[in-house]
């Protein structure tokens, strides 16, 4: 028969403060939406998508291109 540990059977819920990304493909995005490369936003930067292919780098104002099927993440 299974222990109970009830100092360790709690529910652990994220931070009222933390942000929450869902996932898409870059194809999947509007032009002009913004997006990021991971679901950590203080490891990468915003980006804006410009074109079907391209999004610009908010920081640098660089554009890169990108795949239709390239994961990214958008704020919820």
Same mark, same amino acid.
Do not use: C
């Given at each position: ?27 999947? +995005? ?27 780098? +908010? ?8 795949? +239709? &099927?390239? &994961? ?5």
């Amino acid at each position: 028969m299974p222990n109970n540990n009830q100092v360790n059977d709690r529910y652990n819920p994220a931070g009222v403060n933390s942000v929450d990304f869902e996932e898409f493909q870059f194809g999947e +995005l509007e032009v002009g939406e913004l997006f990021w490369q991971t679901n950590r936003p203080e490891e990468s930067n915003p980006w804006r998508k410009e074109n079907q292919t391209q999004g610009k780098n +908010l920081k640098t104002q660089k554009l890169h291109n990108f795949n +239709l &099927k390239t &994961k990214v993440f958008q704020k919820i």
